[in-house]
């Protein structure tokens, strides 16, 4: 069941890429006979140098096997960026995926809990899956409480799309979520076990339209430094530059800590801070 939906996350990837690029960026004609959007599979087997059929049968899905050089190719002739050509490397699955399986931390876990005690700024600790596992007190008091949460809920993705009060906290909601899922599709690009992810997937696009709409845009992003604009109804707008470490000890693990910046220096790229 996973294999034949990582086929068809492969299959919407390439088509959505393809239906991106105009024809006139490649010295191509783009006149009225054209009845989609974006190249033509034969045009893009041509930029890439690589045969229609095998690209065809990728792009529909099917269950066949290219080579890193073909893919290469591709990437190439789609002018992939950095992630997004791991992103096609990671779901044709001719990237090693990280040594570990999706891991969740239980609140037991005192060191890791001890290294957030430890930090004075807003932090938390989540898996690949932006599923959150422990928390500092600086996070409870300036964005809310984990704690109030059913440990089974306590996901980033769930409580961007399903909490009507981060729409209301969050003044650039729109960029902040489009990051978010971006960030998320490479992570279920590179998971060794994508049934969690497709299973959150599916559950949200059950659920919410606006998820539904932002996944189908398809985006694709490396993770790094970020900001969020954050309305708290304690402290007022606070903006902040978030950070990811990533800990030796939990490797699928990343903290995520967040220190006061400016408005004019925080370009929307954020995650989303805290649960209220």
């Not at 969690?196 to 932002?214: A, G, K």
Request: positive net charge; glycine residues 6%; aromatic residues 10%.
């Amino acid at each position: 069941m996973v294999d034949r939906e990582v086929r068809a996350e492969l299959a919407v990837f390439l088509k959505s890429r393809r239906n991106r690029l105009s024809p006139t960026d490649f010295g191509l004609p783009s006149g009225s006979g054209r009845r989609a959007p974006g190249l033509r599979r034969e045009e893009v087997a041509a930029l890439s140098g690589i045969g229609l059929t095998w690209y065809t049968c990728l792009e529909q899905g099917k269950d066949i096997q290219v080579s890193a050089a073909f893919l290469d190719n591709l990437a190439r002739g789609l002018r992939f960026s950095v992630a997004e050509r791991e992103h096609l490397f990671a779901l044709a699955e001719h990237r090693r995926p990280p040594p570990s399986g999706l891991l969740v931390p239980t609140q037991q876990d005192y060191g890791l809990q001890a290294l957030l005690d430890g930090i004075s700024n807003p932090a938390y600790a989540r898996n690949s899956r932006f599923d959150v596992s422990t928390w500092n007190t600086a996070n409870t008091e300036m964005f809310g409480d984990f704690a109030s949460i059913p440990p089974a809920e306590r996901n980033v993705i769930r409580l961007m799309f399903l909490r009507s009060y981060h729409r209301r906290s969050m003044p650039d909601w729109q960029a902040d979520a489009r990051a978010l899922l971006a960030r998320f599709r490479v992570n279920l690009g590179l998971a060794p076990d994508k049934a969690p992810f497709f299973s959150l997937v599916n559950e949200l696009t059950d659920l919410c339209p606006e998820f539904r709409r932002l996944w189908a845009d398809y985006e694709v992003s490396s993770p790094g430094e970020g900001a969020t604009h954050f309305h708290s109804r304690r402290h007022g707008d606070q903006h902040f530059h978030h950070h990811l470490l990533m800990p030796e000890a939990w490797p699928d693990l990343r903290i995520v800590i967040f220190i006061r910046g400016q408005a004019s220096s925080c370009p929307s790229t954020s995650v989303r801070p805290g649960p209220s």
